[in-house]
């Protein structure tokens, strides 16, 4: 099983940007779907981003599209996501996750994923 580790969280003011970084050891990402998921205070975790094996395709949640990109360096074995025009609404912590199924351009479940980060807070103040 692939092992995961997110950096880059912090504090940040509304419309400003965040690169969270997710680091993975134990094997290489390369076959893996990776996907971005966050979770607010009392919410469930809730789908943000996916790209494919190679990075060609990616998908995301209405809310972030036009302002988040996912990419991956497969040669790093880690996955990125880009966060512009951060808002308040945009405060969770973000989780980094893998999959071994094919990759859909679709929202994405938890249950999709079998390999999870611990985390990195993003905080947005207005």
């Known amino acids: 099983q692939v092992q995961l580790v997110e950096s880059g969280g912090g504090l940040v003011q509304a419309g400003g940007s965040l690169r969270l970084s997710c680091a993975a050891s134990?094997?290489?990402?390369?076959?893996?779907?990776m996907a971005w998921f966050r979770q607010a205070p009392g919410k469930e975790r809730e789908f943000v981003a996916t790209?494919?094996?190679?990075?060609?395709?990616?998908y995301y949640t209405d809310s972030v599209k036009g302002r988040f990109t996912i990419s991956r360096d497969n040669t790093k074995n880690t996955v990125y996501l880009q966060m512009n025009s951060l808002k308040p609404e945009d405060t969770a912590i973000y989780y980094c996750a893998a999959g071994t199924y094919p990759y859909r351009a679709a929202v994405a479940s938890p249950t999709d994923f079998g390999s999870w980060g611990q985390g990195t807070q993003v905080t947005v103040s207005s």
């Open positions: 134990g094997r290489a990402i390369s076959s893996y779907t």
């Open positions: 790209i494919s094996w190679s990075g060609g395709r990616a």
